[in-house]
């Protein structure tokens, strides 16, 4: 894993004001618009530096998500205006690192994230080592990145909760694949809805193992690890040929 | 119904800039992005004049969402910003008009649309006649609005495409029932996918009847008119009990 010092970071940070649509009942912004403000960083982080999903397709490629540990320690509500930092923090063969940091109306750390990002051959729908066109980033930001999310995610236990969803119109991207935010979205609402309303998501670890599309059934499972009732483990996977879709941990907290 | 001409209009004006989560496999905005664009408008017009959902609840009020028709002229793509315009134009006994007008990069009119707002009791989930203390808006915006929409929506043919949908965790809103843009979701996801793929949606004039619940199961139904295959009329019931929540007629032109 390389990692630059360069006097010119490429650093990108948007304002976001919470919209009605983008919380919950309790007026808390949700995972999936959580998710989808990071990815907009992200992806207008890399068109500033000319490479773009757009970019890249015009070359056969595209940026992918293969993995994203996240930690939420306050949420913001209904129209508060948050900040979302991101910068690439290293590159190796295979996949670059990226942070990213969501800050609230007083400056104060609300969220945070390490996140890893391969580059697929579109056509082949493989993975590639890094380009050499796309290793012009600058790392670091303007603060010590997080650790890269590491380890294998445990698999829920014997008898999960059980939710059946569908890749909808809606869920497929300009990539032409599942949107990443709507994994987030399966996974919260693959949980018992008893446990939601008593409890926030306080970190989620989540990798991304195979791609879904239109019209395909997902089963999400779900279940607390052994004597950790505030821990869960997560595995989406799609029933007609067993495949892992995502799977992920996470850690709540009482509201 | 009441049509004034007051010198202080209540028109409100937003700008959006189309978000990567926000467009189609074909960059295009979608219809929910779009319907939470003209909710969020809406939103904000009656905050800045004290009469916000949240001012409402303290009353044991709620402002609802009664029948929305929608005209689509253009669709504007990922990245582009677009201005999006309300006002409210009329008020009756038993509901607030409502226009939206919405502007691409150029100004050109990319969408418009008028629809009726009655406001309803939250503890007996009932309609209640507008209150004195909401007659404070002025009408019209700056230009004439929009004919409201009249007369009865057809139902779908005797053969139906079908499609099952799940009310989820993140579709309760700050009301504590579905948000209005999950129905449209629902209504194109409930559209055969090769008609979709090669098609945009026009118009579409959507009643809502009945609200529904977390973890409950809709059936989406749809057909095209009879000798009309770009005009469709859509159903989306409760089958538990039979309750229609929502009926549509939509038109559609090729891609």
Chains 1, 2 share one sequence.
Not at 14 to 31: G, H, K, M, P, S
Not at 206 to 232: D, H, K
Not at 237 to 251: E, N, V
Request: hydrophobic share 40%; glycine share 6%; charged share 20%.
């Amino acid at each position: 894993m390389t990692h630059q010092n360069a006097p010119h970071v490429h650093l990108h940070r948007e304002t976001f004001v919470i919209r009605a649509n983008e919380v919950d009942a309790q007026r808390r912004l949700t995972l999936p618009a959580l998710v989808n403000y990071l990815q907009e960083v992200a992806n207008n982080n890399v068109r500033l530096a000319g490479m773009s999903v757009y970019d890249l397709h015009a070359r056969g490629l595209a940026w992918v998500l293969a993995r994203m540990k996240l930690q939420i320690f306050a949420y913001p509500h209904h129209g508060e205006a948050v900040v979302v930092k991101t910068f690439p923090s290293a590159v190796d063969k295979y996949q670059f690192y990226r942070d990213f940091r969501v800050y609230g109306p007083s400056g104060q750390l609300l969220a945070q994230a390490t996140s890893t990002w391969p580059v697929i051959d579109l056509a082949k729908r493989q993975m590639v080592s890094v380009p050499d066109f796309l290793r012009v980033f600058t790392f670091g930001g303007d603060e010590a990145p997080l650790p890269p999310a590491k380890g294998k995610l445990l698999p829920p236990g014997p008898d999960p909760h059980q939710h059946v969803c569908t890749v909808g119109w809606y869920d497929i991207d300009v990539n032409q694949h599942t949107n990443n935010a709507a994994y987030f979205r399966w996974l919260v609402e693959g949980m018992p809805p008893w446990f939601l309303a008593a409890h926030q998501l306080a970190e989620v670890d989540l990798q991304f193992r195979n791609e879904s599309n239109l019209g395909e059934a997902i089963t999400v499972q779900a279940s607390p690890l052994p004597a950790e009732p505030l821990e869960w483990a997560h595995r989406l996977f799609r029933p007609t040929d067993g495949k892992d879709l995502a799977t992920a941990q996470t850690t709540w907290r009482p509201n």
